[in-house]
């Protein structure tokens, strides 16, 4: 599928390939942006976690949202939604310490011609590592501008050459009742499902992250590889993934089984859509005091809305 | 001894808001202060809706009537801590915004009922003087037994609003129920039989 209006950014905007090339360089650019503050305070502000390496190597990319204030480094890695440790925003940074997300590998099988089991360093070795900066909306009315470091999940997915059956890809988190406390109880169905239509896994939007700030993803934050849609609720962005298929029929998803009327498979971020617990049509950006109205698609409407025309997104939600 | 009971208990009961003032100043409030407020005196306001429900069977429990004398602070520290959560839901989260307030309202079924639990608590706060105890002679009992509804709303309240982990609301229905289980003539005469033997 061509992708018509790839992002908001002026070419001109975009960091030539002898900036980004330089470790030095990236940094001395973040400043400007306001990354590089954060990332010196982190080591501080961590709690209970090792100190996250840094990531070499970093590309900008044009599809990175401009014209937003980062979230800060400490608010991202304290404040998350990861059931795996524990229902409330402070328990993943609290409990997910005896989570070892070392070594790693992906098992990738369904509709492709090369399935496999394959370990995380072969799986990113080929592709270059981009920022991301991508808003993240989450379906109870707050949001976060965050600066993901990740790979196009298309790029990754071509690799096992999905057949034409594969019209839906399906993901599912590690199942670790042992490292991951909240899984000894019953919560929610595990592991936790996630699942994307082929066209929007392919989409240049979605990403699979290794790392947030320029430093690799700590565990509360679905280290060591999660998936980022930065148009969809944030529960659909899965974390810690451990399988990757590719399927024929829309699979099922960890919410959907759970309240099946208020998230859908889709779950675009839509604020005309009344939901029974938050409105959708507001949201708190994290750090902020006053809402602030909730964007279609969660503002990428020019990338993705051509993925649904036709649709009754209120009916498909 | 028994005069330092109530300053003290007052002291006591405001000691949550002194934890959530102390946290404030000091940061501790997460990435998102006003959801943790608006949680924070929310759960405060069902505890203490609950332990003002606890005076009675503590009282048959333990034959001290003096207790009840402290029924009547309790019960308004639940109106307190009640007040607290509304006012963060609409100054804080909600900044005055009557039409998105109004939607939750008829919107959404955790708020209308926690909303109404609230309206409620208010007449009872209203007519927990001496005077209108008076005034309002028997009807004053029948008025004031809406502190059932109020609880279960509130409960009921905190259930919707959970996602997935209904451990908490859950607990505190038990709670409730437990606490109007010791209410029924049945649990009154398990203590006498008690009492009486012992003696």
């Known amino acids: 599928m061509l992708i018509t209006k790839p992002s908001d950014i002026k070419p001109s905007e975009i960091t030539s390939k002898s900036v980004y090339l330089s470790r030095r360089n990236f940094l001395k650019t973040s400043i400007n942006t306001g990354i590089a503050g954060s990332v010196a305070s982190s080591g501080i502000l961590m709690s209970g976690n090792a100190q996250a390496a840094k990531l070499d190597n970093i590309q900008k990319s044009p599809y990175s949202t401009i014209g937003e204030d980062l979230t800060d480094y400490d608010s991202i890695t304290t404040y998350n939604n990861f059931y795996e440790f524990g229902t409330n925003k402070e328990d993943p940074a609290k409990y997910s310490g005896q989570f070892n997300p070392k070594p790693w590998s992906i098992q990738v099988d369904g509709e492709c011609n090369k399935p496999g089991e394959i370990g995380l360093e072969d799986l990113i070795k080929p592709h270059t590592l981009e920022e991301r900066i991508y808003r993240l909306r989450c379906v109870e009315a707050w949001s976060m501008v965050i600066p993901w470091v990740g790979i196009p999940l298309g790029d990754i997915l071509k690799r096992f050459e999905p057949t034409a059956n594969a019209k839906y890809v399906a993901f599912s988190t590690?199942?670790?009742?042992?490292?991951?406390?909240?899984?000894?109880?019953?919560?929610?169905r595990w592991p936790y499902l996630e699942g994307l239509r082929i066209d929007e896994a392919m989409?240049?939007?979605?990403?699979?992250?290794?790392?947030?700030?320029?430093?690799?993803?700590l565990n509360q934050s679905g280290a060591p590889i999660r998936l980022v849609v930065p148009w969809k609720y944030g529960y659909k962005s899965i974390k810690s993934i451990v399988k990757i298929s590719f399927v024929e029929k829309q699979p099922r998803t960890a919410w959907n089984d759970s309240?099946?009327?208020?998230?859908?498979?889709?779950?675009?971020?839509?604020?005309?859509?009344?939901?029974?617990?938050?409105?959708q049509k507001k949201e708190r950006r994290i750090g902020e005091f006053l809402k602030r109205e909730t964007l279609m698609f969660n503002?990428?409407?020019?990338?993705?809305?051509?993925?649904?025309?036709?649709?009754?997104?209120?009916?498909?939600? | 001894m028994q005069k330092l009971y109530k300053p003290l208990l007052f002291s006591a009961a405001l000691l949550p808001l002194a934890v959530l003032i102390y946290n404030?100043?000091?940061?501790?409030?997460?990435?998102?202060?006003?959801?943790?407020?608006?949680?924070?005196?929310?759960?405060?306001?069902?505890?203490?809706?609950?332990?003002?429900?606890?005076?009675?069977?503590?009282?048959?429990?333990s034959g001290k009537i003096f207790i009840v004398r402290f029924r009547r602070m309790l019960g308004l520290f639940a109106f307190f801590y009640g007040c607290l959560h509304f006012l963060t839901y609409f100054v804080l989260d909600q900044f005055f915004d009557f039409d998105a307030i109004i939607e939750d309202i008829v919107d959404r079924p955790y708020v209308t009922v926690g909303f109404t639990a609230f309206v409620l608590l208010i007449p009872l706060a209203i007519t927990s003087t001496k005077k209108m105890i008076a005034r309002l002679g028997s009807n004053w009992r029948r008025l004031h037994s809406l502190i059932y509804v109020i609880t279960a709303l509130g409960i009921l309240h905190y259930y919707w609003l959970v996602k997935a982990d209904i451990t908490v609301p859950l607990t505190l229905a038990l709670i409730f129920t437990f606490l109007l289980v010791m209410r029924l003539p049945m649990a009154k005469n398990v203590k006498n039989t008690l009492f009486s033997t012992s003696n």
Not at chain 1, 203 to 217: A, C, F, K, N, R
């Open chain 1, 174 to 188: 590690i199942f670790r009742p042992d490292e991951m406390p909240g899984q000894r109880s019953r919560v929610l």
């Open chain 1, 203 to 217: 989409h240049p939007l979605s990403i699979l992250s290794v790392g947030l700030y320029g430093e690799e993803l």
């Open chain 1, 259 to 279: 309240a099946p009327n208020e998230y859908g498979f889709y779950s675009n971020v839509n604020p005309n859509r009344n939901h029974p617990r938050w409105s």
């Open chain 1, 299 to 317: 503002g990428y409407a020019n990338q993705v809305a051509s993925l649904y025309e036709g649709m009754n997104l209120l009916k498909n939600h």
């Open chain 2, 24 to 61: 404030g100043i000091n940061d501790k409030l997460t990435a998102n202060p006003i959801e943790y407020i608006t949680h924070y005196t929310g759960d405060w306001t069902i505890y203490f809706l609950l332990i003002t429900l606890s005076i009675t069977p503590l009282r048959n429990l």
